[in-house]
T-cell receptor, first 113, second 115 residues
Framework: DQQVKQNSPSLSVQEGRISILNCDYTNSMFDYFLWYKKYPAEGPTFLISISSIKDKNEDGRFTVFLNKSAKHLSLHIVPSQPGDSAVYFC????????????FGKGTLLTVNP | GAGVSQSPSNKVTEKGKDVELRCDPISGHTALYWYRQSLGQGLEFLIYFQGNSAPDKSGLPSDRFSAERTGGSVSTLTIQRTQQEDSAVYLC?????????????FGQGTRLTVV
């Protein structure tokens, strides 16, 4: 029973274009969502987050959109850079269990120069 | 060290043997987490420590898995009588207060292969 789903295992975009990574969830109790970025042989690093009371959060080139009714969130990277090439994980948690993240399987983003 | 350190980086063990995985969190971080990532899967929560106590160990897959933390610092994840399905990357993370995973820093992981 996968509560956080990233249905695209991989995505390839050209440098300078927009990258859109998608994530769907099934657990309506989730109230906080995070994106992590992972390079090979390194641990995941936190990228950006959004609370369920918001529908958008922006940080530089990264914007996360949340559609609660559709139980869908997306990460937009504009403009994409080759250094953004990594695996991106969507994660979520609910209520007071903020230590207990539920992760998606990840999407490998490749940004081509 | 500046970051979360895990050892060993890689471990190959024979089925049925016991293994110990070590995590050195960032100094001063009170919260410590263990996750694992099996092939083709997302990260799976195993256990959470606040200080030396484990308020939530609900993610441990079976009683072959145990973890401890001493001195509010180093943690050891022990897997007894390893099975092939235990093969995964085991990730440790720590955070200053255990409130909010935006503050959690992950180690590079230990890749465990059970043959």
């Amino acid at each position: 029973d996968q509560q956080v789903k990233q249905n695209s295992p991989s995505l390839s975009v050209q440098e300078g274009r927009i990258s859109i990574l998608n994530c769907d969830y099934t657990n309506s109790m989730f109230d906080y969502f995070l994106w992590y970025k992972k390079y090979p042989a390194e641990g995941p690093t936190f990228l950006i987050s959004i609370s369920s009371i918001k529908d958008k959060n922006e940080d530089g080139r990264f914007t996360v959109f949340l559609n609660k009714s559709a139980k869908h969130l997306s990460l937009h990277i504009v403009p994409s850079q080759p250094g953004d090439s990594a695996v991106y994980f969507c994660a979520a948690y609910s209520g007071g269990s903020n230590y207990k993240l539920t992760f998606g399987k990840g999407t490998l983003l490749t940004v081509n120069p | 060290g500046a970051g979360v350190s895990q050892s060993p980086s890689n471990k190959v063990t024979e089925k049925g043997k016991d293994v110990e995985l070590r995590c050195d969190p960032i100094s001063g971080h009170t919260a410590l987490y263990w996750y694992r990532q099996s092939l083709g899967q997302g990260l799976e929560f195993l256990i959470y420590f606040q200080g030396n106590s484990a308020p939530d160990k609900s993610g441990l897959p079976s009683d072959r898995f145990s973890a401890e933390r001493t001195g509010g610092s180093v943690s050891t994840l022990t897997i007894q009588r390893t099975q092939q399905e235990d093969s995964a990357v085991y990730l440790c993370a720590s955070s200053p207060r255990g409130r909010g995973n935006t503050e959690a820093f992950f180690g590079q992981g230990t890749r465990l292969t059970v043959v």
